[in-house]
């Protein structure tokens, strides 16, 4: 997805692009948790820092027809992040 007016340049010999064009580009929010590296005796890195990335969104099916799209066609919503959703 890009904005109506973002331009971009090709060479000579590439097509153009399919380009999915909205209003606004749909944002999402992420929660990611990490601590500090763990190292064994002899110097390996046994733990990454990373402990997980879990997006704020939802999949539902679209329940109406419209001329863009068919009924039951998944769609990605975001969803607002509250104290009970962050709990979930």
Known sequence: MTKK??????????????????????????LTTVARPRFDEDGNMT?????????FMRVTAVAKISKNREKGTLETKSIIV???????
Do not use: C, Q
């Open 47 to 55: 733990f990454s820092r990373k402990i997980g990335v879990w997006p």
């Open 5 to 30: 007016k973002r331009n971009y340049y090709l060479l000579p010999d590439e097509e153009d692009a399919e380009r999915h064009v909205k209003n606004s580009i749909g944002k999402v929010m992420f």
């Open 82 to 88: 509250t104290r009970e959703v962050m709990r979930e």
